[in-house]
Each structure stands twice: as C-alpha cells, then as structure tokens.
C-alpha cells in the first residue's frame, strides 16, 4: 500500500471515485509515512484520529457517489491556520498550548469540499524566516541532500514543514502561507509546486497575521494540475475579511494544458543580481526556451525599482508585523510569565516567548514607525511598494502575460549555514519573491531542473492581479518540458 | 489664527486681564446594536466578558470588519455639525499596551478622517451666539474596562466595551469662556441626540470630554496648553476649566512657566492635579491599519442620509420662530430635545400656538422635572394636552381648571373631556347662579362692601370668595363684570 502516497493529488481523487482503495487506506498510508519521516521534523502535530475520522466520512460520500471536490484527499496544514479544537502555535513558544475555538475560512474550505487533515506542518515562527530554523519545535530537514553528502540542508521557509511533507511524499498536497516568499522558496528548494495567488484571493480570517498586507495563503503540490485543485476550494471572497477580494473563482484546472501560444513572457533584466550561479542564470533561460517552443513570445522588459523591493519588504513587514504581534501580551491567551507588575508581566511573557528573529523584527518594526522615523522608513517604504507596483502595471500596460524569473538566487543551503550574525544574508533569499508580495500579484515556483550538487531549483512565473490562470497553463509547460523531481528515500523510523 | 475674544469675557488676572483658549474633544459613543468591527453587543450593564466576540478578544488570525451603520451615524453626525464629509478616510492603528486594548492597538482615523471641518453656533449667556469652528470627527474603537479595587494584588479586566463605536468630535481652539464651553458641550450634545446617534448620556459615560485650556494676553500668540482628560459632566467642565485657567494665570503671574501635560480634574476637592508630562507622552506608532481598505463613501449614500434627517435644531427653532410666532426663548426651550419639539407641534396643530407652547414649557415640562421623567414617558399624551387646552378655548373650563385637570389625567388618565363631564368641572358661566353666590357674599360682608368703594384693590378679595364659594368653576370674566356692576365700582 506504500504507493498510495506516491499518488498525486488528482491521481488520488481519481482513484477514490473509481474506488481502488478507500479514503482510510489513503490518509493510513500517508500517517504511516510520516511516522517513518519523524526525523525530519516536518510536522509539529499529527492528526491520526482526525484523519480517520474525516476519511470515514469521505468513504461513506464516496460509497453513496456524493464526492465533493477534495473527497478524502489527505493535506497537510501549515501551523499559522487556526485549527478549531486542534492545536495552533504558529511554531512558537508564546502560542505553545493555544488551541483555537475556530477554523480559519481556508481550512473551512477544504473540509468543506471533502479533504481529510493529516496534521499540522513545522514553520519559521510565525512565518518569520526563509529556513525553517526559527521554529520554537526546532528545524525542518529537507528530504533532498546534496550528492555525496549526508549534511542536513534546510527545506526553505517559512512554510518548510509543508513543503517537505509533500517532497517527502508524506501528503499529497499541502497548505502554506506566504508573506515574502514563504510557499514559493521552500517550493524551490524542495522540487515542489507552490503558489502564491493574487492578494485578496483566498480570505486571511483565521490565519495568524504576520504582515496584514502581505500574507496570503496558497497550495504546494507536486504537480501543477494539483495545486490548480487545490487552490480552488482554498480560495473564495469572504465577508470576515475586509481585504478579500468579491471576484469569481475560476476552474483552474481547465487552464493547465492550454496552449500558451502567442502569450508575451516578459524577461526582466534587474532579476540577474551579482553572484547568482551560473546554473541558475542558465535555468532561466532553459526555461524561457521552453515557453519560447511552446509559442510564447519573449520580450526584454525593465522592472526599475526591483532592487528597492528587498530593503522595502524589510520595513514594511516588521512595522505591520510589531503591531500584529502585540496582542500576545500574556494577559488573555497563551504564555504568560508573571511579573511584579503589568509591565514586567508583559517584559518577561514576550522575552519568554518570542524567539530571537521575531523580537528582531518587533524591534525593527518598533523602531521605523516611531516619531520622528516614520516618514524617513515606513512612509519611504510604502512609497517604493507603490513604484514596484507601478512597474508591473507598466510591464502588464505593455501587453506582457507573464514575467518568468528564478525563484531563488541559490539552490537550499545546509542548516546552520546562514543562521549567523548578519541576518541580511537570510533576507537575500527573498530577493526574487518579495517584490511580487509587495505588488500583490500572483506568482508560482515551478521545479525546473537539479543544479550541480542533484539539488532542485525553481523558476517563477508572475501574473497579472486574479489571472493564476495563465501562470497554471505557462507552469505547466515548463513542468512538461523540465520533467518531474523527487528526493531519494533516505529517512526511516 | 484665532478672533480675539470679547473684552467681556476677558478674566481679571493680579496684573491685567487674560484671555482664554479652550479647544474640546468629545469622544460620544455611537448609538449601535454592535460594535464598530465586530458583530458583538453594546448592551450596557451586561455580565462582565458578557459582549465579546473573537474580534474584540484580539484571538489570533481575527479581523476587523467595519459596520456600516457607525459609518452612517458619523456621517449623519457630520452633517449636523454642518462638516465636510470625506468621501475617502482611512482607519489607522493606534499602538500602546495595556490589559484592556486587547489587540495591542486601537483603530482610529489619524490623518483622514471621515469628516472634516464644520461649525456649531452656540447660544452665549447675553442671549448672542458665537460660532465655533469643528476641526474634525473621526470614528475610533473603544477600549475595555480595568478594574483596580476589587483585589488586593490583582486587576481584573472587562472587554465589554471593548470595540464599541466612538466618534471623537474636535473643536477647533476657538472658545473663550467656560460658559461657551459648557454651551458648546450642549449643543453637540443636542446634535448628537438630534442625529440619533449618541444617546449623549454623560452618567452612562456615553459622552466623555477632554478639554485643552491655555491663557494669553489679548493679541498674543496662544500659550502653552494642558489637557484635562475624562471629565463626564458639563458641571465639571464648567469647574475644571475654570480652576485651570485659574491656575495658569496664577502661575505666568509669579513668573512660573505652563508645562504642557495631560491634568485630571479632581471632582470632590476641585483643581487640577498633573497626569503625565509631554515627555512621558506616549509614541502610538499610527500607522493605516493593513487589515482595513480605505473607506469609501459615495454621494448618493451622504444623500440618502441627509435625506432621511428630519430637521435640526437649528432650523427647527427657527421654523418654530416662523411658523409659530414662539418668541426666541420659547422656541430654544421647545427643541432643546427634539421629543418635546415633536409634542409641542402635534399639540399645536389646529390651535393657539402661544397657549400650547405655554403649557408645554409651564405645565407638562415643569412636571416632567419634578418627576425626573423624560417627555417619551410622559404619562400625559400630547392628545390629552391638546383637549385640556380646547377645553379652555372653548370657555368650559378655566385655566386653574386646566390644572387640576392636568393633574388628574397626569395620575389617572382618560379623556380630559370625559373626566370634566363626570366630574362637574365645567365653568359656570350661568349669570343668575354666579349673581346668586355675590349676592350672598355682599350681605354678608358690609365692611368688605364699605373697603372696596375707597380701595378698588379689594375686588380681589371678593373674586376669590365667588371662586371660592364655586369651586373655581364660576368664568373669572362673569365674575369680574357682576361684581363691579352690583358694587357699583
């Protein structure tokens, strides 16, 4: 039964509806690979018993033909989605034994359309890092390694425990959120699927904020038709939150396969940073080719203010994010460490529970939107946002579908290896993905090949506001020309 | 920037005369069944934690979603203040800590607000009016409540409040004396009832005042400003301000220097006494709240509000002026709440407009007083005022008559003329049977008859006993006329 969980999403759907095993056999497979995947770190809570739970209802719906779209599909859940009655923790201490009396819309809208949860997946804390390494329950470890080498390399981050569920083949498809590149990069480092839709296109009620204008919720899968799937039932306009987007959902599915003839793939000549490797700059241009082959048009185009973008992200998030995190003050929910008084209760709860990158950036964040620094930061910085905005618009205006850049100036580093003093070297993981956040697009990694050392890289793909659908059929032809990556098997019980 | 003051409302210093500068904020709880971004209750005087949803609890992953009608009643509120209603306006986060701003900010509007600059005009103790200037009403969160003399080492919190709708209106700093202050509080007090949308109850703390008070002299450029926060009366305002102004002069006067700080009125002992200082003065980090889009109005919805806004107190005195013939005291009296306005004018319909304004101002409010009740309770209908006073245009009762008439209808109710009918209580205006009781009186009372021939003044006294031989029903007129004619005066 083991090659249940090498079925892909729709693969799996399809098997359960022509009933070759039952939606139990299939989350039973999948928990019992994760139990053999422990060492990896990719889940901070399995969910057995709601799993079988919510399988015997899929099973009981398929048995009558009443399947909905998701019917007993197993996923994993990216611990910043509130879970009713399921411990939530966004992997950090200040949040440890916090169980929610709600379920986020997403989540809603997956066990709405039939899906079973496996259990909640590893993250930076509080979606605050690009490794996986700033989790309160410790690191991810990626399931690829290098050739030849048995050091431990980071599944990227934030959403590093979801990318590696579905890389390690521990669930079909997963959940994740991404504020900077949080879906797209570890999608990149693990030879995954990950999108970031369009912000407004999923609802962020009852996901634990980060950067209000920033985060959005979006689907990793190992295929491109997959993540299509899933991001149907995720997305949806939802009255709770004011910044969700009243627009229809299309069928994303129909867009994979469609020809991509005649579409404008814009180049952009401010993605090739110093210091990218030359595998990468090559990648790109594989990639470009192959949309090149399949009709696509490719045009040198000009995003000038690319290189404001990171030092931008870094000021917005933080000051969006010291304000978001203020509410964990120990006094209704959560950790709560006493004090002689409110301010050193206060002092020591967020001392106690915020690890050292988020009070890095709650001290940034502090910091920029203070008196007398305001304008010179935040107001600078939403100031660029608008000019980033401004040059996709431009980009677009021209008649441009898509932009195509490397997800990733480098394939996954070991652990440890930039977790040193200077977090700058983290943030510039983040180079080629935060601009799309910051302009609110959407953007999908797509696996396009294994640089020299047999680790996967990704290409990007940024599309217009609510047209996922083009960056689905453009994905998908990279993904038929790249071919298909997986880790080789090399954890056990 | 600001018109000098009057020389009349100049305050005498130890060396020379001082203006004062006084600016208002008025924080007015919006009249709504649910909180401003949540769908809880604002029900007063609920179980402690009883009205909190996950919104107001600042659970993890909650989100803000503004409620229409708040928007509704600021605009409303706006167009009382006859302000310049901003189509586009932003809510921004305001950031402190403390047990009861569960999110660890509140949402406010900062630098857009939804309305912008207006005016009231406010009626002066020399029966004048002054205009003062509104600088700008915005929407904003209320926070919770702390509760610090329950335990001995613990503080307990309730968030009911929390999240409930305040306007916060801002006066520009154009008020120069204590009773235009406390007139000013009055009169947004009276808009704001008037619009519906704050009930205005100070007890409740429904509406909360800070005041920001300076001196100078005439023609120099304005001084250094403290605010007095919190104060839930107009009395108070009236005392806090006047004991700041008092304390500043005091001060410049021995050659002391204001510090600008946040001062709390000390209602029992009067003064003020300082809270923090400038440099203890928090950094709210504003900044537009990432949860929220910008809030955007269209005409049409501004429209269909002033639309549906019966009148306001100014234009209602001054119809009531027009249409009624009320004197200008009458009419500020009669819309001091629109309730009485309302009761007035359906008594007034069809009739003397000055009898009914008389008896709503004299009568039935003078009663309503003395009760404590408001006109809404009031257990006389404006339907059964209105007979009493056709009753006494139709000369079948006198107006002491109408009184005790009043007074039954007030403790029994029914029909004012049924309750003259059953009780007998019509005037009598049959000659023979008033000319009967005088005839009576005049034998005898000879002195009376021998005092009135010099002192026509004790004709009075001879009305009285005809009044009161009659019980009051005999028509004063009859009477007058046969008692000059039988005693020959």
Redesign the interface.
């Known amino acids: 039964m083991t090659s249940l969980t090498s079925l892909t999403l729709t693969e799996a759907r399809d098997g359960l509806r022509a009933k070759k095993f039952s939606a139990r056999e299939l989350a039973g497979a999948h928990l019992k690979a994760m139990e053999e995947a422990r060492g990896l770190n990719a889940f901070v809570l399995e969910t057995p018993e709601h799993a079988q739970q919510m399988a015997g209802q899929s099973d009981q719906r398929l048995k009558k033909g009443d399947a909905r779209p998701l019917e007993g599909i197993p996923l994993a859940v990216k611990d910043l989605y509130c879970t009713e009655g399921v411990r939530t923790t966004a992997c950090s201490k200040i949040l440890e034994n916090f169980i929610p009396a709600y379920e986020s819309t997403v989540t809603g809208n997956l066990w709405r359309d039939g899906a079973v949860m496996l259990g909640k997946t590893n993250m930076d804390e509080f979606a605050m890092g690009s490794s996986n390494e700033a989790s309160a329950f410790g690191p991810v470890q990626s399931p690829w390694r290098r050739k030849g080498s048995n050091a431990p390399l980071v599944p990227g981050g934030s959403s590093g425990g979801s990318a590696t569920a579905v890389a390690a083949r521990l669930a079909p498809a997963a959940i994740g959120t991404d504020t900077g590149g949080s879906i797209r990069q570890p999608a990149a480092f693990t030879g995954t699927v990950g999108m970031k839709p369009t912000y407004g296109r999923c609802s962020r009620w009852g996901i634990v904020a980060f950067a209000s204008s920033l985060d959005q919720a979006g689907p990793f899968a190992r295929t491109i038709k997959d993540a299509a799937v899933l991001l149907r039932s995720m997305a949806g306009h939802d009255a709770k939150d004011s910044t969700s987007a009243d627009v229809k959902v299309p069928d994303f599915e129909k867009a994979v396969g469609k020809s991509v003839k005649g579409m404008k793939i814009g180049i952009p000549k401010e993605y090739r940073v110093p210091a990218m490797p030359a595998e990468i700059e090559k990648l790109w241009a594989q990639g470009a080719e192959w949309l090149k082959k399949a009709g696509a048009e490719l045009v040198d185009i000009s995003l000038p203010h690319t290189r404001y973008a990171l030092p931008a992200y870094y000021i917005v998030a933080p000051a969006e994010a010291s304000s978001n995190l203020a509410r964990y003050d120990g006094v209704r929910y959560g950790l709560s460490v006493p004090g002689h008084d409110i301010t050193e209760l206060y002092q020591k709860t967020r001392a106690a529970g915020f690890g050292r990158e988020v009070r890095r950036r709650v001290l940034i964040g502090t910091y920029v939107l203070s008196a007398g620094y305001y304008d010179a930061y935040y107001l600078r910085a939403q100031k660029v946002r608008t000019l980033i905005k401004r040059d996709f618009e431009q980009a677009f205006a021209q008649g441009i579908d898509a932009v195509l850049t490397p997800t990733t100036p480098s394939a996954a580093f070991a652990i440890g290896e930039k977790s040193g003093a200077d977090p700058v070297e983290m943030y510039l993981n983040d180079v080629f993905t935060v601009t799309v956040n910051m302009a609110g697009l959407p953007g999908i990694s797509v696996p396009a090949g294994l640089d020299g050392g047999g680790l996967p890289l990704g290409l990007q793909l940024i599309g217009k506001p609510f047209d996922e659908e083009t960056l689905f059929s453009l994905g998908h032809v990279i993904e038929q020309a790249a071919g298909k990556f997986q880790p080789e098997k090399w954890w056990a019980a | 920037m600001t018109a000098p003051a009057k020389s009349s409302k100049l305050v005498k210093g130890g060396n020379g005369e001082w203006e004062v500068v006084i600016g208002m904020e008025i924080h007015a709880q919006v009249t709504s069944k649910a909180k401003l971004f949540s769908g809880a209750s604002t029900e007063f005087g609920g179980a402690p934690n009883s009205h909190v949803s996950?919104v107001d609890?600042?659970?993890?992953?909650?989100?803000?979603?503004?409620n229409e009608h708040c928007v509704a009643q600021a605009v409303r509120t706006g167009l009382g203040l006859k302000a310049k209603i901003n189509l586009k306006s932003v809510f921004d986060?305001k950031?402190y800590?403390?047990?009861d701003l569960?999110?660890?900010?509140q949402i406010s509007q900062y630098k857009s607000p939804i309305v912008g600059e207006g005016k009231v005009i406010v009626d002066t103790d020399d029966n004048q009016t002054v205009t003062i200037g509104i600088e700008r009403l915005h929407l904003e969160q209320d926070a919770g409540k702390s509760i610090h003399d329950r335990h001995p080492s613990m503080?307990f919190?309730d968030l009911n409040r929390s999240g409930v709708a305040l306007m916060e209106i801002v006066s520009k700093p154009e008020i120069h004396s204590v009773w235009d202050a406390m007139n000013f509080v009055a009169k947004v007090r009276q808009i704001l009832q008037y619009a519906g949308s704050c009930d205005g109850d100070m007890e409740k703390g429904n509406l909360r005042v800070d005041v920001n008070v300076s001196v100078r002299k005439p023609g120099a450029p304005l001084g250094t400003r403290c605010e007095i926060k919190n104060l839930n009366s107009i009395t108070f305002i009236g005392h806090a301000i006047d004991d700041e102004a008092r304390r500043q002069i005091e001060l410049l006067e021995s050659g002391g220097k204001v510090e600008q700080e946040t001062r709390l009125f000390d209602s029992v002992r009067g003064g003020t006494r300082s809270m923090r200082t400038k440099e203890e003065a928090h950094?709210y980090?504003?900044?537009p709240?990432?949860?929220?889009?910008p809030l955007e109005l269209d005409e049409k919805f501004v429209k269909s509000i002033a639309d549906s806004q019966p009148e306001w107190p100014d234009e209602k005195r001054e119809r009531l002026i027009q249409d009624y013939g009320l004197s200008l005291l009458d009419a500020t009296k009669l819309i001091r709440e629109r309730e009485t306005a309302d009761y007035f004018e359906s008594v007034a319909k069809g009739r003397d407009a000055k009898a009914a304004a008389n008896f709503v101002i004299n009568e039935l409010a003078g009663r309503l007083n003395k009760e404590a009740t408001s006109i809404e309770a009031s257990p006389v209908s404006a339907k059964q005022v209105g007979t009493i006073l056709d009753l006494i245009a139709e000369g079948t009762i006198s107006g002491k008559i109408a009184k005790d008439l009043f007074e039954i209808v007030w403790a029994e109710g029914g029909d004012p003329r049924a309750i003259v009918e059953k009780r007998g209580l019509q005037q009598v205006t049959d000659t023979g049977a008033i000319e009967k009781v005088i005839d009576d009186i005049i034998a005898k009372n000879p002195d009376k008859v021998a005092e009135v021939k010099t002192k026509p003044k004790a004709l009075g006294w001879f009305v009285g006993e005809v009044m009161k031989a009659t019980q009051g029903k005999a028509n004063p007129q009859a009477v007058n006329e046969l008692l000059k004619k039988k005693l020959g005066i």
Do not use: E, K, T
């Open positions: 996950l609890a600042a659970m993890p992953g909650m989100l803000p979603v503004i986060r950031n800590f403390y047990p569960p999110q660890g900010y503080s919190v950094d980090r504003y900044f709240d990432p949860d929220l889009l």
